[in-house]
């Protein structure tokens, strides 16, 4: 029996490993939900010109919105912002309510594709929430994904 486990657990692992990966990385909400002063910020390696990016948003059923607005901010190595742009992520249908995530029970996690320039040379990208309240209760972790496209 323990063998079988053993050599399911080493199928899962194998099949969820994903050579495309780049850079990932999520940063969690310490109380399960996002304040408007809050900016997440990620460090990043320097983009291939192949790739796209992402950005993952963890969230469950407390979360009262069918959408979410994200603003993005680029900088390069010397701190210079040279690109910024608001996203209407859905994380809701809007007939019939369901997630728009993968996941299961109460937790949700939803990619969507960041409309980044390939090449540029930005060192760092952060997001922050507008959606008009203080705090967003519902919204677990974020994160951002540099996949290969090749």
């Keep these: 029996m323990s063998n079988l486990f053993a050599i399911t657990t080493m199928l899962i692992l194998l099949v969820s490993c994903n050579g495309d990966r780049i850079f990932e990385d999520y940063k969690g909400m310490e109380r399960q939900s996002w304040n408007i002063t809050d900016t997440i ?3 990043l390696p320097i983009p291939r010109d192949e790739s796209n990016a992402l950005i993952g948003i963890k969230y ?5 919105f069918r959408n979410l607005y994200v603003k993005y901010f680029l900088s390069d190595s ?4 040279f ?10 249908d809007s007939k019939g309510g369901r997630p728009t995530g993968s996941g299961f029970g109460s937790i949700f996690t939803r ?8 090449g540029e040379q930005y060192t760092k ?3 922050v929430q507008y959606m008009r309240v203080d705090e967003l209760i519902g919204i677990e972790a974020v994160g951002f994904k540099l996949v290969n496209t090749k």
Excluded at 83 to 89: K, V
């Design 41 to 43: 910020a990620f460090d």
């Design 60 to 64: 469950n059923l407390d979360y009262k």
């Design 78 to 81: 010397l701190g210079v912002k």
């Design 83 to 92: 690109e910024s742009q608001l996203l209407n992520i859905s994380l809701f």
């Design 111 to 118: 990619f969507d594709t960041l409309p980044l320039i390939s």
């Design 125 to 127: 990208i952060e997001f």
